[in-house]
């Protein structure tokens, strides 16, 4: 079992520029949420998806936005970029109320 | 008041001691308790989860959780130089998947 996946591990953007994010979860898991996790601090709750739908959002801007396809996996688009988007993006992963597992997340450098 | 409070001040341990972490919550609605340990730069890999008061135990680490208090513990025994890393407490309802989570602790133990 892979776990969950994410690519790139690192990615380095310009201000203004757009920039998609990509999640595998963990075999046999549905839900797939986002975090942000800033230098120094804990990870921040973007948004969650289940069955391909946005279901809940934490207090983050509509540059911020999401895909789930069929097979689970899932994007964040975030759009506009500031140097504030620079942060680690974490992907988690889990099943009904299960325990949640989270990717290595993607290091995004805005420039 | 935030959510989840974690004093995210560094502590420095000499190996074979005890580690004790803590977090408090405002949320009386809380009802499951995860911690997470992190290397630097990577993804949270889970350690603890629990949703009772009381201990749980998983070899040298105890999760205990106070729920009249909103005060959850994690106690590392025997420390050893590869549990230096940050702990992250993370918090969540039963059917809202969003976690909450505090600051982090970041553990040195040294040799």
């Known amino acids: 079992d892979a776990g969950v996946t994410q690519s790139p591990t690192h990615l380095i953007k310009t201000r203004g520029q757009q920039v998609t994010l990509r999640c595998s979860p963990k075999?046999?898991?549905?839900?797939v949420s986002w975090y942000q996790q800033a230098l120094g601090q804990g990870p921040q709750f973007i948004f969650q998806?289940?069955?391909?739908?946005?279901?809940q959002r934490g207090n983050f801007p509509d540059r911020f936005s999401g895909h789930q396809f069929p097979n689970y996996s899932s994007e964040l688009n975030v759009n506009a970029l500031l140097l504030g988007d620079s942060a680690l993006y974490l992907c988690?992963?889990?099943?009904?109320?299960?325990?949640?597992?989270f990717g290595q997340g993607t290091r995004l450098t805005v420039v | 008041q935030k959510e989840v409070e974690q004093d995210p001040g560094p502590l420095s341990v000499p190996e074979g001691a005890i580690v004790s972490l803590n977090c408090t919550y405002s949320?009386?609605?809380?009802?499951?308790f995860m911690w997470y340990r992190q290397y630097s730069r990577k993804g949270p890999e889970l350690l603890m989860y629990?949703?009772?008061?009381g201990n749980k135990e998983d070899g040298r680490f105890t999760a205990q959780v106070d729920k009249s208090s909103k005060y959850i513990s994690l106690f590392i025994r025997d420390s050893q130089p590869s549990d230096s890393a940050t702990y992250l407490c993370?918090?969540?309802?039963?059917?809202?998947?969003?976690?909450?989570f505090g600051k982090g602790n970041q553990v040195v133990v040294i040799p």
């Open positions: 988690a992963s889990r099943s009904g109320e299960d325990e949640a597992f």
């Open positions: 075999s046999g898991h549905d839900t």
């Open positions: 998806y289940y069955e391909e739908e946005e279901r």
């Open positions: 949320n009386s609605a809380f009802q499951y």
């Open positions: 629990t949703y009772s008061s």
């Open positions: 993370a918090i969540g309802v039963w059917g809202n998947n969003r976690l909450a």
